[in-house]
């Protein structure tokens, strides 16, 4: 066990796979471990470096496993599976995950606090929020046109559709039971956004970075907490390259490959000019 430099896991819901490795890069350990023996495990082990993949979870496991004195690097998913040989499986994925963890270059993701972890979740919970009243406006709209009941586009046009279904007194009374539940389960979920919203607005107010960010064209308050709370700057060198992160890069045209072109007598051969060469 001392001959031990790196340790990679493969995360799960209950068993996690280690892959660990010698200075040469030689595996000298396979081990399977259920969820609560992890911690034990890794409490008695001198510090090593510690790879998994980056996702919600490993950021809980690289906290836990820093408190224990190991060092712990997170590696975005998308860089480990040219690694993975042969058919996917936990131990092909953990090895896959320490081999990755060896070439130069490689970029590893900022393990976040449960501070910004919770701060983050809450603007997940309340775009589940607006998914699901968006939902029921569209189920509201589209069971009241089956009925003859038509609204404009946007908000008013909810509270428009709302007040005539309400005067209907020609609708059957299934139709306008089961219209009445979309009502109330759209105004629970309104009242659930508001209480998500007072949160969020009062960590928008209290940072500077934030505030200037809402100044952009574009971005309001959620997108400046979005940026704020789920973009390390540090992870970027210039400005172009978050911009590439992102995805605001031109599309690849090239073929990839180099130019062959036939010799002078084929050309002549085939009446293709030298002047028309082109690749």
């Not at 001959?3 to 200075?23: N, P």
């Not at 009445?180 to 998500?196: F, V, Y």
Request: hydrophobic share 45%.
């Amino acid at each position: 066990m001392n001959g031990i430099t790196r340790i990679a896991i493969d995360t799960s819901k209950s068993v996690f796979t280690l892959h660990a490795v010698d200075a040469s890069n030689r595996a000298v350990l396979r081990r399977n471990l259920r969820r609560r023996e992890l911690a034990g495990f890794f409490g008695k082990l001198q510090p090593v470096e510690v790879v998994m993949e980056a996702c919600g979870g490993s950021h809980h496991w690289a906290r836990t496993l820093q408190s224990l004195g190991h060092r712990v690097r997170l590696i975005p998913a998308q860089y480990v599976k040219p690694f993975v040989k042969r058919s996917k499986n936990d131990r092909n994925d953990a090895e896959a995950i320490s081999e990755a963890a060896t070439r130069p270059g490689m970029h590893d993701v900022a393990i976040k606090s449960a501070e910004a972890q919770g701060r983050a979740m809450l603007l997940s919970v309340r775009e589940l929020l607006v998914r699901q009243r968006t939902q029921m406006v569209n189920a509201l709209r589209g069971h009241a046109a089956e009925m003859g009941l038509l609204a404009a586009k946007g908000d008013a046009g909810v509270v428009t559709l709302r007040s005539a279904i309400a005067a209907d007194t020609v609708l059957p009374a299934a139709a306008a039971q089961a219209l009445s539940l979309l009502g109330q389960e759209l105004d629970r979920i309104e009242a659930q956004l508001a209480e998500a919203d007072k949160p969020l607005m009062a960590q928008h107010k209290e940072d500077a970075t934030r505030r200037r960010l809402a100044e952009m064209p574009g971005i309001g308050p959620i997108g400046a907490l979005n940026f704020a709370l789920r973009v390390d700057a540090t992870q970027f060198a210039s400005g172009r390259h978050f911009a590439a992160w992102l995805g605001l890069v031109p599309q690849e045209k090239s073929t990839g490959a180099l130019c062959r072109w036939p010799p002078e007598n084929a050309r002549r051969a085939i009446g293709v000019r030298a002047d028309k060469r082109r690749c």
